[in-house]
């Protein structure tokens, strides 16, 4: 089917793990998964959760790539435009957003936020009034690079679900490919030119290849 990997998602205390990682799944990451609040900021205001103009979709890029450890990338790569999504920007800068997910039991979250974001709970309590009156629950996702929002999803009265496991099965196998590292003779000795240009080709018989100043 042309798949890359198999990835897999698990209670971490289900009799299942270990056999999924003895069939050759590895984890990739932890995560919780918490229900917020259906509660509503008694104070109207303007979001500061925005929907995102096609120049943010560099920088939301960007973000991920700096936020998300490289093993979960490896996993579940950025995808470009497919998603539904919401930007929290401040001084026109992207800090945070997430990808929403809405289906026929509920809202499902996935967020990637700047730990330089202040006021977390405020932030957080923004997001929930954007989805208040749909009459469906909201789910946030919480991966293991992220455990810092705990305090503040308990702080706003959110109900985390057990730990999950996060495995993926790669399916392709990685070839070493050999790099021809340039060598010429000078003076009788053998230098090696880490730095030299893979075209670049060395004779000591053809003097037009020696750079003059």
Same mark, same amino acid.
């Given at each position: 089917m042309g798949a890359l990997n198999i990835l897999?998602?698990?209670? +971490? *205390?289900?009799?299942?793990?270990?056999?999924?990682?003895?069939?050759?799944?590895?984890?990739?990451? #932890? +995560? *919780?998964?918490?229900r917020l609040p259906n509660h509503k900021?008694?104070?109207?205001?303007?979001?500061? #959760?925005?929907?995102?103009?096609p120049v943010d979709e560099n920088t939301i890029r960007t973000l991920f790539q700096t936020l998300?450890?490289?093993?979960?990338?490896?996993?579940?790569?950025?995808?470009n435009g497919d998603s539904i999504r919401l930007v929290y920007k401040k001084n026109n800068e992207v800090l945070a957003y997430v990808e929403i997910i809405t289906g026929v039991e509920g809202i499902y979250l996935i967020p990637v936020i700047h730990p330089s974001v202040e006021d977390?709970?405020?932030?957080?309590?923004?997001?929930?009034?954007?989805?208040s009156g749909l009459g469906k629950p909201v789910f946030l996702q919480v991966r293991s690079y992220q455990a810092w929002l705990a305090e503040s999803?308990?702080?706003?009265?959110?109900?985390?679900s057990p730990?999950?496991?996060?495995?993926v099965k790669h399916l392709t196998s990685s070839q070493t490919s050999k790099v021809l590292n340039m060598q010429h003779v000078h003076n009788g000795s053998r230098q090696t030119?880490?730095?030299?240009?893979?075209l670049q080709h060395y004779s000591d018989n053809n003097p037009s290849t020696e750079t003059s100043k």
């Open positions: 897999a998602e698990i209670e +971490e *205390s289900h009799e299942l793990f270990e056999m999924l990682r003895q069939s050759g799944f590895c984890v990739f990451s #932890w +995560e *919780s998964i918490w900021n008694k104070v109207q205001q303007i979001s500061d #959760w925005l929907v995102p103009t998300v450890p490289p093993l979960v990338q490896n996993a579940e790569p950025f995808t977390i709970g405020q932030l957080l309590a923004d997001l929930i009034d954007q989805f999803l308990l702080t706003i009265q959110a109900e985390p730990r999950f496991a996060l495995l030119e880490p730095t030299a240009p893979i």
